[in-house]
């Protein structure tokens, strides 16, 4: 079975700042991970996805991350941050064979302070 | 193109009522998810549909949930009865299952709902 440590619930942070969302998992199998950003009274919407290949991953409104092996972790990172990415993020593993069910992390809030 | 829509987008109700949410999937997705978040956690699969076929009920608490896909499409899930412990935003999602290999899911706005 998969599981999903999200390290931090809650991450405040000043405008322009840099942030690491911290992400560990646990696997007997080779996985795909992913991260997830849900803004107030929205659903879920993919920010980057690990499935193979470079172990850095790029994503959407210029947030990356990295995957580690060895450590089993997959934090996210942005270089700085805007205001506008306050929101929930989530952390999500999924076996890479048979039906790819999804496990998510209990979320980190990304509060951005001006 | 439309995402995946649900309705009610909010509902309140006392406990020991029934009620249903509806899910319309993104045109052409044959996977379609219900999931439970509770308040401070990530999202939980209730239940998995490959076109009408529920692949993975497992976490679906039986005796009081029920979800039908009757025409592998739109998809409702229900609760009879309703308890207070079901407050929660209940999400669907849908994704094009090519077989495989991995499809990302879209995730529509979800029902909140709170029992009283």
């Known amino acids: 079975a998969q599981s999903v440590t999200q390290l931090d619930s809650q991450v405040p942070v000043f405008e322009e700042a840099p942030v690491e969302l911290r992400c560990n998992y646990s696997s007997s199998v080779s996985v795909y991970l992913f991260w997830y950003v849900q803004y107030p009274n929205q659903g879920l919407q993919l920010l980057l996805k690990y499935l193979s290949g470079s172990t850095l991953v790029k994503g959407i409104n210029g947030f990356e991350a990295e995957f580690n092996k060895s450590q089993t972790s997959f934090h996210l990172r942005k270089p700085s941050v805007h205001i506008s990415d306050t929101a929930e993020y989530f952390c999500a593993v999924s076996r890479n064979t048979g039906g790819f069910k999804t496990i998510f992390g209990a979320g980190t809030r990304l509060f951005v302070k001006a | 193109e439309a995402g995946v829509v649900q309705s009610p987008r909010y509902k309140i109700i006392e406990k020991k009522q029934p009620v249903a949410f509806w899910c319309n999937p993104i045109?052409?997705?044959?996977?379609l998810y219900w999931y439970l978040q509770n308040l401070g956690q990530g999202p939980e699969l209730l239940i998995r549909y490959e076109n009408e076929e529920a692949v993975d009920d497992s976490q679906l608490p039986k005796d009081r949930f029920s979800a039908e896909r009757l025409k592998g499409v739109d998809s409702t899930l229900k609760i009879q009865p309703a308890e207070l412990g079901d407050s929660a935003v209940y999400l669907c999602?849908?994704?094009?299952?090519?077989?495989?290999?991995?499809?990302?899911?879209?995730f529509g706005p979800g029902t909140r709902l709170t029992v009283l």
């Open positions: 999602a849908s994704s094009l299952n090519r077989g495989g290999t991995y499809n990302e899911q879209f």
């Open positions: 045109s052409g997705h044959n996977t």
